[in-house]
DNA sequence: GCCCAGGAGATGT
DNA sequence: ACATCTCATGGG
């Protein structure tokens, strides 16, 4: 049956958890479980998956095959397919992905969680036992000190001060159909938002799928495996132009190839 | 104690 | 446009 063959194609632990795109879905007994539209939502590895929304954020529906024969010409490319079968490049809210990059400036992986759901647990929606990501609303109505003994730390008013301005009618939904450059100048006039973190936003909460994020294991990999060295910024100019409009897919391959060792820089 | 973590803002040049 | 410093916080 197709949706079992196409459903096979998803890693939902190293989708959902391992890779880093996201810090707010839990794995235990249940499954892999988040908020999702304000449902809680229950998954397990194998199950069929029809709800059409469901699968366009888990994008199901894009042939990674295909992208992987875009770049057969790069060796660590290849590598880094072969290296991780089953990831898949969420399309999550644009606020949510928003959220959640500010909140991981500087910050390690295990951290960022634990805060995401700290702040979900005192400000989202709770539904089937689980925390929704709370909405720009309720954020903005938090204060900072409040955010700061959660553990958010300087990023505390920059999530308000953005949440704010989303509120005030950023037009957070509409820059999926914006160009990616436009786009990008326009996240980046929010606090807390440099060329990384709107990158993030693009690639996981817009349909940019041109958008490169370069961290520090980015960077370290352009260098190693492809010659490259400058500023974070040289490095995603280079990467855009390098890779083309599935570039951020690719990255996501890169990046935890690199991060895992399954490829050695 | 130091260094790092999926960086960004402010300041000075 | 580029370099440098600071910003919370927990873990190695």
């Known amino acids: ?53 469901l699968r ?17 010409d790069i060796p660590a490319a290849q590598k880094a397919f072969t290296a991780c079968p089953g990831l898949r490049v969420l399309n999550q809210p644009p606020w949510e992905a ?3 990059f500010i909140l991981s400036a500087n910050n390690n992986v295990v951290r960022i969680r634990s805060l995401v759901y700290a702040i979900s647990r005192a400000y989202g929606a709770e539904a089937d036992g689980l925390y929704g990501i709370p909405g720009p609303e ?19 008013p920059y999530l308000i001060e953005t949440a704010r ?31 990384k973190v709107a990158d993030c936003v693009l690639l996981f909460g ?5 958008a490169f994020p370069v961290d520090v294991w980015v960077a370290r990999l352009l260098h190693n495996w492809f010659g490259q060295h400058g500023s974070r910024r040289q490095l ?29 820089l």
């Open 1 to 53: 049956m197709k949706t079992q063959k196409t459903n096979a194609r998803i890693d939902l632990r190293l989708s959902l958890i391992d890779a880093a795109q996201c810090f707010h879905w839990v794995e235990t007994e249940r499954g892999f479980g988040a908020v999702l539209e304000g449902n809680g939502i229950w998954l397990k590895p194998g199950m069929e998956i029809v709800d059409a929304r």
């Open 56 to 72: 366009r954020y888990l994008d199901l529906d894009r042939d990674y095959q295909a992208i992987a024969r875009e770049y057969e």
């Open 98 to 100: 928003l959220f959640s």
């Open 138 to 156: 309720a954020v903005a109505a938090a204060s900072e000190d409040a955010l700061r003994a959660l553990g958010a730390g300087y990023r505390a």
């Open 165 to 195: 301005a989303v509120c005030e009618g950023f037009p957070l939904e509409s820059l999926r159909d914006l160009p990616y450059e436009e786009a990008h100048a326009r996240l980046t006039s929010l606090k807390g938002v440099g060329d």
């Open 206 to 210: 817009c349909g940019h799928a041109e």
């Open 236 to 264: 995603g100019q280079w990467a855009r132009q390098r890779f083309g409009a599935h570039g951020g897919i690719l990255q996501q391959y890169l990046f935890h190839a690199a991060r895992t060792g399954a490829v050695t």
